[in-house]
């Protein structure tokens, strides 16, 4: 499964922007796609997680009611809408892959994927 995120930039505090996350397997798969934020010194962090085949949703507490995960109508594309940002949103934005449901996961958890992608940067001042 190849992963490429995009849709990162600078925003200023309490703007919007929405990443995307193609991937290469999701079409007809059961797979659970995460979002995770990782700022320097620290691990990843769990922000969002969709579950492909029948797209329930989870969030991280810090973020619920600001972001959304969503996935197109073709299957190939997982989305983060992230709206109300606050500058401890800021730093690169991963999403990963696994063949399983979310609910079977800790889907939260940097260990539970075995497919990353590069990663895209989001700053917010």
């Known amino acids: 499964v190849q992963l490429v995120e995009s849709g990162g930039g600078s925003v200023q505090a309490g703007g919007s922007l929405r990443l995307s996350c193609v991937g290469s397997?999701?079409?007809?798969?059961?797979?659970?796609i995460g979002w995770f934020r990782q700022t320097p010194g620290k691990e990843r962090e769990g922000v969002a997680a969709i579950s492909t085949n029948g797209a329930s949703t989870y969030y991280a507490s810090s973020v619920k009611g600001r972001f959304t995960i969503s996935q197109d109508d073709a299957g190939n594309t997982v989305y983060l809408q992230m709206n109300t940002l606050k500058p401890e949103g800021t730093g690169m934005y991963y999403c990963?892959?696994?063949?399983?449901?979310?609910?079977?996961?800790?889907?939260?958890?940097?260990?539970?994927?075995?497919?990353w992608g590069q990663g895209t940067q989001v700053t917010v001042s």
């Open positions: 397997q999701f079409i007809g798969s059961s797979m659970c």
């Open positions: 990963a892959a696994e063949a399983a449901f979310c609910s079977t996961l800790l889907y939260l958890r940097e260990r539970s994927y075995t497919y």
